[in-house]
């Protein structure tokens, strides 16, 4: 693809300038690998380099921008929604937008690699984290080593939605590189979260994507269907956690899953969705968060989403020891929110209003507006609502603004629902601003214009089921 290699070339002359590069970032798992691999690539090249987290694209960031002392600004996972925008704020900076977001607008003078462009889904296909890596390896070979984090951003944006947990796409060609650099090795196995670092019993309660009723949540049925299977959870005094289970283990374990759901009356073909692709990075020790993709990708979620992107990409950079455990602490805050938010949406049905084609989530008392893309895709990946709505969840921003969530299921997107550009386009008219994927995006609008916006996206998503012949 020309584009990324003019972007490439184009970075690359203007460090030969001195220039000062400032570098904005999303601040979930994607966006904060994307800002480490563009960092470490302009850092081999001997960039003078800022770093700036950037919740969304709106009036007063792009003024940030045209007032900052950088001579050229680099924008990865964000951006490409807002080109119109940039191009009118922001004159007398260098700009690149490295994005796989859904486009609006026309580049002119920004330099725009996103794989829209060229036809490829940058939902499914190609991640923010993964357009960053391009663009690196196209700087230079030496950057075929930071295509682990590139794997770390695709999984963390969901793009591993396929059979088998397969990533597809540009995505697979990146794994390739990793593979053959010996940097990262593809199992078939058992794909449940904390394979690395959590005891068996408690990764099975976890366990939301396939939910797994009378399993998922509750850790005393997990402990005794493993006893059932004759699967010690102990090895002396040390908690085994998956990846110490042989495979005649695991497949015990699949069996007695699914021997439980068929006695419970569910489908035990359930079960078959645990097994699937599993990233492991073979750089990282043994039993740590950052030797599972999936588990990396959550560590530097929680440490954007609680406040401290910095910290992410410490971690993206190569640091470990005492970052890792402050990382891990966060985790664990970051775990106790979520949990927190679920249960008192579970028990407070008030907060639960219901329309005719989603279901919206009031958390403007309660919840933190960096949590509610969480928030929204554990319920809706549970079976809290059914999946023919939409869930969107909503939280008050510190400025009073309306901040949004908003979760599709694969029904909805069959149907043709595409998020990203409904919310893009009724948040512009409301007078805020939006976009995404077609199955996950979010938007921001003023608090005076919240009811007649909601009431708009559910009439607009109506209408894809009055036009839907299944």
Known sequence: MSKIRDAAEEITSTISHNSHFLVGYHFDADGLAAASIITKALHRIGATIHLKV?????????????????????LVDIGSGYLDLINELVKSKRM??????????????????NPHLFGIDGGKELS???????????????????SPLAIVGSVGDMQDKNDRRELRGLNSIILRDAVEAGLLKVDTDIVIYGRETRPIHKALSH??????????GEEDNCLALLASASIPVKTGDRWRTLMDLTKDEKQRMLSAIVDYLTSKGFEGSTAINLIGNVYILLKEEL????????EYATL????????RPSLAIALGLGERGATLEEASRVLSEHRKALADYIS??????????????MVVIHGEDFINENLTGAVSSMLSSSETFPDWCAVVVSAKTKTGDIKISARASEELTRRGVNLGSILQ???????????????AAGAQIPNSKWKDFIEELDCELSGFSEKWNP
């Not at 923010?128 to 690196?136: I, S």
């Not at 039993?287 to 999936?294: I, V």
Request: hydrophobic letters at 40%; charged letters at 20%; a negative charge.
């Open 207 to 216: 366990t939301v994507n396939p939910f797994l009723p009378g399993l998922s």
């Open 287 to 294: 039993w740590t968060p950052t030797r599972d993709a999936r």
């Open 96 to 113: 690149f937008v490295l994005d796989h977001h859904q486009m609006n607008g026309v580049a002119d003078e920004i330099m725009h690699v």
């Open 128 to 146: 923010g984290a993964g357009v960053a890596y391009l663009v690196a390896k196209a700087m230079s070979e030496e950057n075929i080593d930071l």
């Open 344 to 357: 008192f949406i579970n028990s407070n049905r008030k907060v639960v209003e219901s329309f005719k084609s």
């Open 300 to 307: 530097l979620n929680a440490c954007g989403r609680m406040g």
């Open 425 to 439: 386009n009724l948040a512009r008219k409301y007078g805020g601003f939006g976009g995404g994927h077609d199955v």
């Open 54 to 74: 950037v919740k969304q694209i709106d009036l007063e960031t792009l003024e940030n921008f045209q007032r900052a002392t950088s001579d050229a600004i680099v």
